[in-house]
């Protein structure tokens, strides 16, 4: 049985909305992601993907299909600049968009989150979730369960 709310430890309050399992080592073409989460760029109903939950990447990174579908809703670019990629360098710029954390069903509520990414079709990697812009707004945790297929990945608001 899940336990979709988490308490704090020092004021007893519930700081996650929801939750979701999440997938170790799943295979998006050929690039296997260590930790996969289940999102929502922007607007895109029924457009549900899983992404890469990067903790060490410094920006999230939306590229190739996703990214030529997102073009009119991400506006004018916030700045624009090359970041090195394990996959090499690419060049594009840094936009705003919503990405959603999808809550499965009876573990809470969807989060979505105001967040800077850097978006470009160069990029043909997976879905990336990094820290600025992203990570930092929201409080997450993991739980690797104690069986395999009990991953769950805990969400919510920041502060």
């Known amino acids: ?18 939750c979701a399992s999440f997938l170790v080592g799943h295979k998006i073409g050929s690039y296997p992601l260590s930790v996969a989460v289940k999102c929502r760029i922007g607007s895109l109903e029924g457009a549900e993907d899983y992404a890469l939950l990067d903790t060490g990447a410094s920006w999230s990174v939306i ?18 600049f090359p970041i090195s990629t394990r996959l090499g360098k690419i ?23 105001d967040s800077t990414v850097f978006v470009s079709q160069e990029w043909d990697g997976p879905i990336v979730l990094g820290y600025n812009g992203f990570l930092e707004r929201i409080r997450f945790a993991l739980d690797s369960g104690i069986f395999p297929g009990e991953e769950l990945f805990y969400f919510g608001k920041s502060g």
């Open 1 to 18: 049985m899940k336990q979709l709310l988490i308490q704090n430890k020092k004021n007893n309050q519930v700081w996650n909305s929801g």
């Open 63 to 80: 590229g190739g299909d996703i990214a030529a579908i997102i073009e009119e809703e991400i506006g004018e670019p916030i700045q624009s």
């Open 91 to 113: 060049s594009d710029s840094l936009h705003r968009i919503d990405i959603s954390l999808l809550a499965e069903q009876n573990s809470g509520h969807d989060l979505t989150v």
